[in-house]
Nanobody, 124 residues
Framework: QVQLVESGGGLVQAGGSLRLSCAASGRTFSNYLMGWFRQAAGKDREFVAVIRWNGEWLHYADSVKGRFTISGDNAENTVYLQMNSLKPEDTAVYYC?????????????????WGQGTQVTVSS
């Protein structure tokens, strides 16, 4: 059974940094897409970043490009999201998700497995 467990969220001031972690277990993820999504209160879930587990391809939403970095550690089965220059509009629950990679990498509906989410709050 696939399990994704996020950690690293918290409260930070604008301009600060956080690193989110997503520990994956339950199967071999070698060619999977590992994505980060977020959902702010009262808004739809949105794509943030994605990486193919082998690291050969990654992609970011325009809103986070240049500020966020996604990476993976195969030995630890963990995907990270380094978030720098945080803004109040980055406040949301952040979710890690896994996909077999056979469909759109930015659509949440392509991801079969999801973590429980971690809250990120950026104060102004």
């Amino acid at each position: 059974q696939v399990q994704l467990v996020e950690s690293g969220g918290g409260l930070v001031q604008a301009g600060g940094s956080l690193r989110l972690s997503c520990a994956a277990s339950g199967r071999t993820f070698s060619n999977y897409l590992m994505g980060w999504f977020r959902q702010a209160a009262g808004k739809d879930r949105e794509f943030v970043a994605v990486i193919r587990w082998n690291g050969e391809w990654l992609h970011y939403a325009d809103s986070v490009k240049g500020r966020f970095t996604i990476s993976g550690d195969n030995a630890e089965n963990t995907v990270y999201l380094q978030m720098n220059s945080l803004k109040p509009e980055d406040t949301a629950v952040y979710y890690c998700a896994a996909s077999t990679g056979l469909a759109s990498a930015v659509a949440g509906t392509s991801y079969a497995w999801w973590g429980q989410g971690t809250q990120v709050t950026v104060s102004s």
